[in-house]
């Protein structure tokens, strides 16, 4: 069974701070990886996805990394903002089934 | 993308009843599927909604309790039966492959979700 771990739990940091967020996974077979955001009471927004095929993917000030040998994956968000602030979910399909196994979230804090 | 509607937004319901949650996509998907998330917990998927045939539930999720229907390929609902406080969580609905243009997507999106409280 996918086991997901997102590390830290909470992050909290002063506007403009860059912003790293780890997700780790147990198995290395996987066929994407997506990462999410939460707003207090919302659904989840899509971010970022990458296919188990790539090492990284960006979008605007956001970029996230993987390492299937590893089992790991960052999330980078530059020059963070008061607007940054939420949950951040890391999500894992294996292959073929397209079912996500979620890791627990980060809650970040940025302060103005 | 997708726009992903779900009804009701959120309801309180007593004990012992049933609560019939809708989600609606604006596009044809490939799969459906529904997930909960309880009180500062993460999502668990309960089931994945199959067109036209029984969906396929986790371990640890009942047709009995969760009884799901995807009559096509824009529209599901899951039931909450017989439902006790434990039961008091959100409910996502999500999708993955839209089909736009005749191109799939990869992504998985997600519903709004349904904040369910049992008293």
């Known amino acids: 069974k996918q086991e997901v771990t997102q590390i830290p739990a909470a992050l909290s940091v002063p506007e403009g701070e860059n912003l790293v967020l780890n997700c780790s996974f147990t198995?290395?077979?996987?066929?994407?990886l997506q990462w999410f955001r939460q707003d207090p009471g919302k659904g989840l927004t899509s971010l970022l996805l990458i296919q188990s095929s790539q090492r990284e993917q960006t979008s605007g000030r956001l970029n996230a990394s993987l390492d299937k040998s590893s089992g790991r994956s960052t999330l980078y968000i530059a020059a963070s903002q008061p607007g940054d602030s939420a949950t951040y979910l890391c999500?894992?399909?294996?292959?073929?089934?397209?079912?996500?196994?979620f890791g627990a979230g980060t809650t970040v804090t940025v302060r103005a | 993308s997708a726009v992903i509607s779900q009804k009701p937004s959120r309801d309180i319901c007593q004990r012992g009843t049933s609560l019939t949650i809708q989600c609606q996509v604006d596009s044809q998907v490939t799969m459906m599927f529904w997930y909960r998330q309880q009180p500062g917990q993460s999502l668990t998927l309960i089931a994945t909604a199959n067109q036209g045939s029984e969906a396929t539930y986790e371990s640890g999720f009942v047709i009995d309790k969760f009884p799901i229907s995807r009559p096509n390929l824009t529209f599901s609902t899951l039931t909450v039966s017989n439902m006790s406080p434990e039961d008091s969580s959100i409910y996502l609905c999500?999708?993955?492959?839209?089909?736009?243009?005749?191109?799939?997507?990869?992504?998985?999106?997600f519903g709004p979700g349904t904040r369910l409280t049992v008293t």
């Open positions: 999500a894992v399909s294996t292959t073929g089934d397209y079912k996500l196994s």
């Open positions: 999500s999708v993955w492959g839209v089909k736009s243009a005749g191109v799939s997507s990869y992504e998985q999106y």
């Open positions: 198995d290395s077979a996987i066929y994407n």
